[in-house]
Each structure stands twice: as C-alpha cells, then as structure tokens.
C-alpha cells in the first residue's frame, strides 16, 4: 500500500521560505511520477510542480516559476520544494501525490494520479 507523508507548512512572512517534503512508502519515486499541488481555501486543486516518471524531468507551474525548486533524496524516497520568495498568494494546503502510470501530457493533472497525501497548510502573511 502505498502512503504518502508531507510535512514542513506552517507560517510565513511575504518573501520568506519553507520546505516542504514528502515521504513515501510502499513505491519507489525513481518510477513514478511524483507532483505537488496546491488548493487555496474554496478553489480549486492545482498543478505546482513534479517530477515525470523517466528522465528525471522537471516541470513547473509559471506562477511559482523560478522561485520554487522540487528535487528528491532516492535513498530516502523523498521529495522536497524548496519554496522562496513566499507570497500571499501562495497560501494553500499543499498536497504531494504520486502516480505509477502518468504521462508527460498529463501530469498537471490531478485527476491523473492515483495516491496522495494528507496536505499540509502553508500560510503566507503580508
């Protein structure tokens, strides 16, 4: 069964920096798709950044371009974003999740992977 944990949300000031990271068991991430997303209170989930299944490709949302930086510790089947230059804006539960069988064309989508996490609330004070 596979589990996913996040933790390292909490609150910040506007331009500061969190990390978040997320644990995972019971799947390798060298093989899987593995993605954060976001959901500010009453919108809709959306797309931060992932990693693809093969090649170690990155890909990332345009408003958190350059500012936030996904990698991962294979020994530890964990994945990280590193988050800088925090902004209001960026206030959500943020959510990692994993899918086994998620194609390039697919991967902002949250609808294409099959485990996820619990969230863990990231708070961005003006």
């Known amino acids: 069964q596979v589990q996913l944990v996040e933790s390292g949300g909490g609150l910040v000031q506007a331009g500061g920096s969190l990390r978040l990271s997320c644990s995972a068991s019971g799947s390798s991430i060298r093989t899987a798709a593995v993605a954060w997303f976001r959901q500010p209170r009453g919108e809709e989930r959306e797309f931060v950044a992932c990693f693809a299944r093969t090649g170690g490709y990155t890909y990332y949302a345009e408003s958190v371009q350059g500012r936030f930086t996904i990698s991962r510790d294979n020994a530890k089947n964990t994945v990280f974003l590193q988050m800088n230059g925090l902004k209001p804006e960026d206030t959500a539960v943020y959510y990692c999740?994993?899918?086994?069988?998620?194609?390039?064309?697919?991967?902002?989508?949250?609808?294409?992977?099959?485990?996820w996490g619990q969230g863990t609330q990231v708070t961005v004070s003006s």
């Open positions: 999740a994993l899918g086994q069988r998620v194609i390039t064309s697919a991967l902002r989508s949250p609808a294409a992977y099959d485990y």
